[in-house]
């Protein structure tokens, strides 16, 4: 007798779980992929009072972070402060997304979960570090704002959904400016990018880390939103115009 | 410009690749680093066909590994991910090698076309299995008579007759092959009677009924884990084409008599310079690849920017006749057993 089992790599390690894979009761059809959350539950509220908070001031920064960038760029000010208002109107409506649901957004949590990178801004920007401004806002928050949108209108309420869907746009244009602002001046900035992500691409992590329990609650994984993070900061530094070879090592702070 | 989504063995394996590609953000991670880490367009080819057509193509590494598939949402996020990176790059049509479309069929991924700001566009995709099932059955034709066995007395079994690739088979053998006898083997009986049906024939069998009366069994589907196969009560001459994914009939169950042959396999004519195969565990990684990949290729050659092969049970003759002449055409052959029997295929 030849025992089949146990004597192929496949067999012996990934069989249980292709069974399982190919098996009748996980047609998917029958079964919904990710639960709606109950938007009424206390533990809901509870999170989304921490998460809706780190949306309204990530906003309220991001506006003065453009206003900041603009008073560096003389030239580009219009464009920047109109990128700046933008944000103001992102924030006023994620602020009645929290009203829809009767939750009072806590925001001293969240200016305490944003003043690492806001304390990096703020010593860029009195050092008239332009490339890591432009990288501290247009790129990592916009990406990371980016991708958990993109996470959140999944699992979204449906007036956050709409809402959500607005702003995720609006957002791609501020990471298109950013982008193109970097891409142009690649060649005199490309040492300082590198320098700037590696000081704050951790700090996107860590933010990561701090609020994957809250996010759990509203039904956005962890790894989900660290894939589409990722995803949009890889597309944005290709944009750039950097190599696989380059962003695989800036990549890299953001695991060790 | 063709593409090919494709993954690593194991997660092993795949760390060292990334190590050698310089992905070392990825290669150093774990599991978890593993499951958030975006696709990664690997590697452009160029490949010129015997015909003198030139054609671009680009590798597609989704991440995914099979110790993912226990995890849901993290296979289907890889396949998707990966299918979006390969429509956002341009490329006009993309083979899912690999679990790639057995996650996209058997999670039903139709249902999820928005992929953040892209709908995906199902023309650019070809699950591969037309050129597949045609390249089993050439492997048949090709190696059943090297082996002595007559095909037109010869028994076949078919393992997961009722699959994409299984049913097409059976078509083939049925209409095209004349084969004397066709057992059909899967373990749903609705969708076999149903075949048995169209095909105007084909004898419905158990796995333990088929197997010592087969001459010629091609596995299309995965062997169940807790089977037994007593080589003593299997035909000699036999021929066992293991067409399924991943490849699992171990080379313990050939023996005297018994022929174990990697299905669905092809050999282009000349040197790819490429290096993903080698992930794959071709023998000659340079120039072997799987059917459902060259079916990309074979597409843009042509210049048939459609999803050739799509769905479930649209594999019909007339397309695997198409997609056979390109395959010869474009300098492609089929994997056949080695050394001693080669002179008798010749």
């Not at chain 1, 938007?39 to 989304?48: G, I, M, R, S, W």
């Not at chain 2, 599991?31 to 880490?37: E, P, Q, R, T, Y």
């Not at chain 2, 037309?130 to 390249?135: E, N, Q």
Request: charged share 25%; with cysteine; aromatic share 8%.
């Amino acid at each position: 007798m030849v025992k089949v089992d146990g004597t192929a790599y496949f067999l012996r390690r990934f069989m249980p779980a292709l069974q399982s894979l190919v098996s009748p009761t996980l047609e998917v059809e029958d079964k919904p992929l990710e639960g709606t959350p109950d938007f009424t539950a206390e533990a809901y509220k509870d999170a989304y009072s921490r998460i809706n908070a780190i949306v309204i001031e990530g906003e309220q920064e991001a506006y003065s972070n453009y206003v900041s960038i603009a008073k560096m760029l003389p030239d580009e000010a219009e464009e920047l402060n109109k990128l700046a208002r933008m944000e103001l109107k992102h924030m006023r409506g994620f602020t009645a997304c929290g009203k829809n649901l009767g939750v009072e957004a806590d925001l001293p949590f969240a200016k305490e979960f944003f003043s690492p990178l806001h304390g990096n801004f703020q010593k860029a920007f009195s050092e008239k570090k332009l490339t890591t401004c432009f990288l501290i806002q247009a790129i990592l928050i916009e990406a990371f704002a980016i991708s958990a949108y993109h996470v959140y209108i999944r699992v979204a309420d449906p007036f956050a959904k709409k809402i959500t869907e607005g702003v995720v746009q609006d957002e791609y244009l501020h990471l298109n400016y950013g982008q193109e602002w970097l891409k142009a001046n690649l060649a005199t900035c490309k040492q300082e990018l590198m320098e700037a992500n590696k000081a704050n691409l951790p700090l996107i992590r860590s933010m990561l880390d701090q609020v994957a329990e809250d996010a759990s609650e509203l039904h956005m994984d962890k790894e989900e939103l660290m894939e589409e993070f990722m995803i949009a900061y890889q597309d944005s530094l290709t944009e750039i115009g950097l190599d696989n070879r380059e962003i695989a090592r800036m990549a890299l702070a953001a695991v060790v | 410009m063709f593409g090919l989504i494709g993954h690593s063995t194991s997660f092993e394996d795949a760390k060292r690749k990334a190590m050698e590609l310089g992905y070392d953000h990825i290669a150093e991670g774990d599991l978890d680093v593993w499951c958030s880490a975006p696709p990664q367009l690997v590697e452009h080819v160029e490949v010129v066909s015997p015909a003198g057509k030139t054609i671009q193509g680009a590798y597609i590494d989704s991440c995914f590994v099979p110790e993912m598939l226990s995890r849901f949402k993290t296979a289907r996020r890889k396949v998707l991910n990966a299918m979006e990176l390969a429509q956002k790059k341009g490329i006009n049509i993309t083979a899912l090698g690999g679990f790639t479309s057995i996650i996209f069929e058997n999670f039903n991924l139709l249902q999820h076309q928005h992929v953040r700001n892209t709908i995906l566009e199902w023309e650019r995709f070809t699950t591969g299995n037309t050129h597949t099932a045609w390249v089993i059955c050439r492997q048949l034709e090709l190696n059943a008579p090297a082996l002595g066995i007559d095909l037109k007395k010869a028994r076949v079994a078919v393992v997961g007759a009722s699959g994409d690739i299984g049913s097409a088979v059976c078509r083939w053998l049925s209409n095209r092959t004349g084969v004397a006898e066709l057992f059909l083997v899967a373990r749903q009986q609705k969708p076999l009677l149903d075949l048995q049906e169209q095909l105007g024939g084909g004898k419905i069998l158990s796995l333990s009924e088929a197997l010592p009366e087969a001459d010629i069994v091609v596995w299309v589907a995965s062997m169940p884990r807790t089977l037994e196969i007593d080589k003593t009560k299997l035909r000699s001459p036999c021929l066992m084409i293991d067409g399924g994914y991943p490849k699992n009939l171990d080379s313990k169950l050939a023996g005297t008599g018994v022929h174990v042959l990697k299905g669905g396999i092809v050999e282009f004519c000349s040197d790819i310079g490429w290096s993903m195969m080698e992930l794959a565990e071709m023998e000659k990684p340079q120039r072997q690849m799987f059917a459902c990949f060259a079916e990309a290729m074979l597409l843009e050659f042509e210049n048939c920017h459609t999803n050739f092969s799509w769905g479930r049970n649209n594999i019909t003759l007339e397309k695997m006749d198409f997609i056979g002449e390109a395959s010869i055409r474009h300098g492609f052959s089929t994997l056949n057993l080695q050394s001693h029997y080669q002179a008798a295929i010749a």
